[in-house]
């Protein structure tokens, strides 16, 4: 069935957990209580500003620079890990495009061929 949607929120959460986890183990001394995205990227990926959206951790509009996130804390930020975090949200974001442009009546593209021909006069 039509699980894109899904499955490209799964595949986000769990780059969500394994930054706040690689954060967490390189900051042990902070305390992880939100993601923070751009307004843009929450739209965009369908999310809602103010969700719990890993437990413990809300998501949080946070008016930085798009197709990143943030792992938000109570510690002294280093910014080379937001760099290595900048192709994540890009690349669900564009997949989530192209799903949505690609195939507009829903489905996935590789029954394009089980579509049945036009319907033609008999001659
Ligand atoms: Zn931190």
Request: aromatic share 4%.
């Amino acid at each position: 069935m039509a699980q894109d949607g899904r499955s490209k929120i799964a595949y986000l959460l769990e780059r969500l957990a394994q930054g706040v986890a690689a954060h967490d183990r390189e900051n042990p001394g902070h305390h992880t209580w939100g993601i923070g995205m751009s307004h843009f990227d929450i739209e965009r990926l369908g999310l809602e500003e103010g969700e719990q959206i890993l437990p413990g951790i809300v998501l949080q509009a946070d008016g930085g620079v798009t197709g990143a996130f943030r792992v938000l804390c109570d510690g002294d930020h280093n910014r080379e890990q937001e760099e290595a975090e900048e192709e994540v949200l890009d690349a669900v974001a564009d997949e989530a495009r192209e799903l949505e442009v690609v195939r507009p009546g829903g489905g996935r593209g590789d029954d394009e061929r089980e579509l049945p021909p036009p319907l033609r006069p008999p001659f």
